[in-house]
Structures are given as structure tokens and as C-alpha cells.
């Protein structure tokens, strides 16, 4: 399988165990995972489950040779990209491993994003990040301005401000940005 891999140009790395994939230094840098259901000590769906309880993102192509359709549904469910039964083509396996990596790269690029978005968040004042949330939530400058006990031309000085930190064109994206703020904080609580 390695050597079918790595005709097409891939890198590749084959573990002997379980165990030593996950002690590996390369681990966050795997693009994909190609597991057999049965291996020796951990079986590649217990390593699934494993990989997912640690936050571990990495799309799975499941192979196996004794596999049911039970076995295919609960991998396919906890996030596998493909599951191939034995024996399949070269191409099909390509094929996974292509979607697979394809998945990862965006995976990789959504994270970016967010990282990217939280960061600005972060460089924000306290009161700009309550400007930003109110003005998000659908106040005008006047109701903020109340809200807060400020004027309105103070408001508008720090919505003006929100913008440029957060770099948002439009309110349509500070919205956006708010939202997905919104949504990685309360991933992050457990």
C-alpha cells in the first residue's frame, strides 16, 4: 500500500503499532490515516475513538478484509472518510486518500481562519468587544450609547474601531466574525 502511495508522489509513513503512531512526533502533521480494522492490541476503530476523545482531527480511510456493514456505518458516523473492504482497486484507494487529504487541507484552513479571527478578538478592549456585541445583536448607536452610559459619537468612534481590529469590510462580516466568536468560545467550554 505504501509503495502505491508513493508512485502518486505522496509522503508516506507506515507505524508498526497503534501505539507508535500515536507516540510519533509527525502526528500532528498527518494529512490522513489509513487503518485496518484489525490490528494487533488496538483495532483501528478503537483507535478512532481514541484519536476523536483527544481532539484529534485526522480524516481515517478504513481497509479491512472482515468487515460487516454495521462496522462501516459506525465508522463512517464517528467521521471515517472511506471504508474499502478487501480486496479493492489501487484507484479506490487513491481516491479515499485523495478526499481525505482534500478534507483535512480545508479542515486546516477553517482552523487558520478561526485561529486568525480569535486573535483579533482578542486585541480588542473591553469596551470594544461590548460595542461589538451589542451592534451585533442589533442595536443602533443611540441604544448602545444608553445602554453604556456614553454618547453616540463615542460609540461610533469605537464601532469604527471594532471594524478595522477585526477586519471587517462590512457589518455583514462583523456579524459573522461575532458569530463565530461566539461559536468557538462555547466549543471551548466543556
Known amino acids: 500500500m505504501d509503495n502505491l502511495l508513493r508512485s502518486v508522489g ?15 512526533p509527525h502526528l500532528l502533521a498527518v494529512n490522513c490515516l489509513i487503518l485496518d480494522v484489525r490490528m494487533p492490541v488496538t483495532s483501528g476503530l478503537e483507535l478512532q475513538v481514541e484519536l476523536s476523545r483527544a481532539k484529534f482531527e485526522i480524516p481515517i480511510v478504513f481497509m479491512t478484509g ?27 484507494m487513491l481516491d479515499a486518500v485523495a478526499a481525505a487529504i482534500k478534507a483535512d487541507l480545508h479542515r486546516r484552513e477553517v482552523n487558520e481562519e478561526k485561529a486568525k479571527t480569535l486573535s483579533r478578538y482578542d486585541r480588542l ?57 461566539k461559536n468557538i468560545r462555547s466549543s471551548e467550554t466543556p
Open 10 to 24: 505522496y509522503s508516506v509513513r507506515v507505524y508498526p503499532s497503534p501505539q507508535a503512531f500515536l507516540s510519533s
Open 125 to 181: 478592549t473591553p469596551r470594544e468587544r461590548e460595542v461589538m456585541s451589542l451592534a451585533t445583536a442589533g442595536m443602533m448607536n443611540k441604544q448602545i450609547a444608553f445602554e453604556l452610559g456614553l454618547s453616540e459619537i463615542t460609540v461610533k468612534i469605537h464601532r469604527g474601531k471594532v471594524m478595522r481590529k477585526m477586519a471587517a469590510r462590512t457589518f455583514a462580516d462583523l456579524v459573522r466574525f461575532a458569530e463565530e466568536v
Open 66 to 92: 472482515h468487515g460487516d456493514i454495521p462496522m462501516s456505518v459506525r465508522a463512517m458516523r464517528a467521521g471515517a472518510v472511506d471504508f474499502l473492504s478487501k480486496p479493492f482497486k489501487d484507484q479506490e
